[in-house]
C-alpha cells in the first residue's frame, strides 16, 4: 500500500498541515491501492510564500540557464517514463502500452517541442516605431490539471512556467496523486531551485479554490470541467488574475461519402473510445452524409464491435476501465438516457462488458439516427459513448458540427481537398483533424466558446506566461 504524505514545497519534501487523507483507488479492481495526503489553506499559503520568494531571482535568470534546467529535466523525465506509465496505469487506469507511448511520452514531447519554442523566442523585439518590447514571466502561477491525462496537462502547464521564469504551485486532481508526486520528484532531481516548483495534493473546493482566491497568484491555468472552471474563474476575479481555461467538448466528426470510408470510420470509432472516451477533443459526434449513411453504420458496427475491453496492466491495444466509479455511473446514466430519447443502439448498451468482472468497465458503446437536440448529442459523456447522425448537404453538416456550446476539436473525413479547406475554415472550433491526421506536439491546444481560453503547447503555450512590457530607446 502506497503512502504519499509530503508535499514538495521550497525545495524540500514536508509534512502537510493536517493529517486528512484520501483513499486511492485502482479503477480496474475497484481496490484501494494507496492514500494520500489532503492539503487545505496553510499549505497553499505555504507554496505561494515559496514561489513568490522563488519568483525574485528565478524570474532574473538568462534564457540560456532556463535552457539548461530544461534539457536537465529531459533527462530526468526520460528516466522515469516507466515509473509514469506505471502510476497512470494504476490510479486511472490507462492500458499499460498507452499509458507508456502515449500518456507518459507526452511528458517528453511537450517538453521537447517547448525547449524548441524557447530557443527560437527572441528576448526583445523593436517595434516598427522604434519602441522595444520584453516579455517577462507573469508571476506565481497556480496551475489545477485533471485525472484524464495526467501527465500530459502536467506537462502542458508546469513547463512553460518553468521555461519562462515564472513560479509554480501544482494541484493534481486528487483521483490521480501518483504521477504527479513523481512528476515532482522528476522535477527536484533537475536541480530547480528551491521553491520555483511547489506541489500541494488535495481536493478542488479546498485546495484549488485557495489557489484560484490567492492575492499572491498573478495567474491561474485550469483544465477540467466547466463546473469547476467557472468557479476558478469567479474565484480569481476578485484581484484580476489572468485565467487560462481548458474545459470539455462535443467534437463533431464529419465524414463525406468521397472519405476511404472502410479506414476513416474504423479510425473514427476507435478514436472515439481512446482512453476509454475519457479525453476533452474525443470526436464524439459522427455526422455522416446521408447517401452513404448506411454503410458507415455497418462499418462503424464492425469496428466497435471488434474494440476490446480488458486489464490495462496488460500490454496491447485494448481500453481499459473508467476512472471510477462516478464516471462509471455518470456514462451508465447517459446510456440510459440515450435509450429513453429513443436514439437506436447499433453496439453496446448498460452494464458491465464480458470479461473484468471488478472495477468500472462499460460497454463501447454507439447510438444511430441520433437527433440532434438529444442530450446523448449536446452534453459531454466522457466515456465510450459516439452518437451518429447523418446529413443531407455540405450546409447542414457545418450547422450541426457548429451548434454546440463547445468549441475545441473538429474532425474532416473526405477525399475532396477543395471541400476540406472551404469546410474548416468555417468549422469553429480551435483543433482541426484531417483525415486522420491531427496537430502535433508544440502546435497550440486549446478552444473556443465554453472549451475555454488560451492556447497550451509551443510557443503559443509560452505567451500564456508572459507579460509584454514595452519601453521607447534611450535618449538623453
Ligand atoms: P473536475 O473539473 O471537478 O476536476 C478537474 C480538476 O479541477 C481537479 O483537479 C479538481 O480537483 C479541480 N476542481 C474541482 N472543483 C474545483 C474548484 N471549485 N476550484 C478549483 N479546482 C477545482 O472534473 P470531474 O472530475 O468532476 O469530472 C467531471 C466532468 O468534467 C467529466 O465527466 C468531464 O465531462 C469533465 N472533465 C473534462 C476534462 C477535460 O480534459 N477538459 C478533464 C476532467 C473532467 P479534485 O477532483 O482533485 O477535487
Request: proline share 6%.
Amino acid at each position: 500500500m502506497l503512502t504519499l504524505d509530503k508535499f514538495y514545497i521550497d525545495g524540500a519534501w514536508v509534512d502537510p498541515a493536517s493529517d486528512a487523507t484520501m483513499p486511492i483507488m485502482n479503477p480496474a479492481t475497484a481496490a484501494q491501492i494507496g492514500t494520500v495526503s489532503m492539503g487545505n489553506s496553510t499549505d497553499v499559503d505555504r507554496a505561494v510564500a515559496a514561489a513568490k520568494r522563488a519568483f525574485e531571482t528565478f524570474s532574473m535568470t538568462s534564457k540560456e540557464e532556463r535552457l539548461a534546467l530544461l534539457y536537465k529535466l529531459r533527462v530526468e523525465t526520460k528516466a522515469r517514463l516507466g515509473d509514469l506509465a506505471a502510476a497512470m496505469t494504476s490510479e486511472m487506469g490507462a492500458p499499460a502500452t498507452m499509458s507508456l507511448e502515449v500518456q507518459a511520452d507526452s511528458g517528453l514531447g511537450h517538453l521537447e517541442d517547448f525547449i524548441k519554442a524557447l530557443e527560437a523566442m527572441e528576448e526583445e523585439e523593436v517595434l516598427p516605431n522604434g519602441d522595444i518590447i520584453t516579455r517577462e514571466p507573469i508571476g506565481v502561477c497556480g496551475l489545477i490539471t485533471p485525472w484524464n491525462w495526467p501527465i500530459n496537462q502536467i506537462a502542458l502547464k508546469v513547463i512553460p512556467a518553468l521555461a519562462t521564469g515564472a513560479t509554480c504551485v501544482l494541484k493534481p486532481s486528487e483521483h490521480t496523486p501518483i504521477s504527479a508526486q513523481i512528476y515532482a520528484e522528476i522535477v527536484e532531481a533537475a536541480g530547480y531551485p528551491a521553491g520555483v516548483f511547489n506541489l500541494v495534493q488535495g481536493g478542488g473546493p479546498s485546495v484549488g479554490s485557495a489557489m484560484s482566491q490567492h492575492p499572491d497568484i498573478d495567474m491561474m491555468s485550469f483544465t477540467g470541467s466547466t463546473r469547476a472552471g467557472t468557479a476558478v474563474s469567479r474565484d480569481a476575479a476578485s484581484d484580476i488574475k489572468r485565467v487560462t481555461l481548458e474545459l470539455g467538448g462535443k467534437s463533431p466528426n464529419l465524414v463525406f461519402a468521397d472519405a476511404d470510408l472502410p479506414k476513416r470510420v474504423t479510425e473514427s470509432v476507435e478514436g472515439c473510445f481512446y482512453n476509454t472516451g475519457q479525453s476533452c477533443n474525443a470526436p464524439t459526434r459522427l455526422l455522416v452524409e446521408r447517401s452513404c449513411y448506411e454503410e458507415v453504420l455497418g462499418l462503424a458496427k464492425t469496428a466497435g464491435e471488434a474494440q476490446k475491453v480488458g486489464d490495462p496492466a496488460q500490454p496491447g491495444d485494448h481500453i481499459g476501465p473508467l476512472f471510477d466509479k462516478i464516471q462509471y455511473d455518470r456514462v451508465q446514466a447517459m446510456i440510459q438516457v440515450g435509450i429513453d430519447e429513443g436514439a437506436k443502439l447499433l453496439v453496446g448498451g448498460l452494464g458491465k462488458p464480458e470479461g473484468p468482472e471488478d472495477g468500472w468497465f462499460v460497454k463501447p458503446t454507439i447510438f444511430y439516427d441520433v437527433d440532434h437536440d438529444m442530450r446523448i448529442s449536446r452534453e459531454e459523456i466522457f466515456g465510450p459513448v459516439l452518437v451518429i447522425t447523418p446529413f443531407d448537404s455540405e450546409e447542414e453538416a457545418i450547422t450541426l458540427a457548429n451548434d454546440t456550446e463547445y468549441g475545441l476539436a473538429a474532425y474532416v473525413q473526405s477525399g475532396d481537398e477543395a471541400r476540406v479547406s472551404r469546410v474548416v475554415r468555417r468549422l469553429r472550433a480551435g483543433t482541426i483533424q484531417i483525415n486522420g491526421r491531427g496537430p502535433d506536439y508544440g502546435s497550440p491546444f486549446g478552444g473556443y466558446k465554453q472549451s475555454g481560453n488560451g492556447r497550451e503547447g509551443g510557443v503559443f503555450g509560452l505567451e500564456d506566461y508572459l507579460e509584454v512590457k514595452v519601453r521607447p530607446p534611450f535618449a538623453l
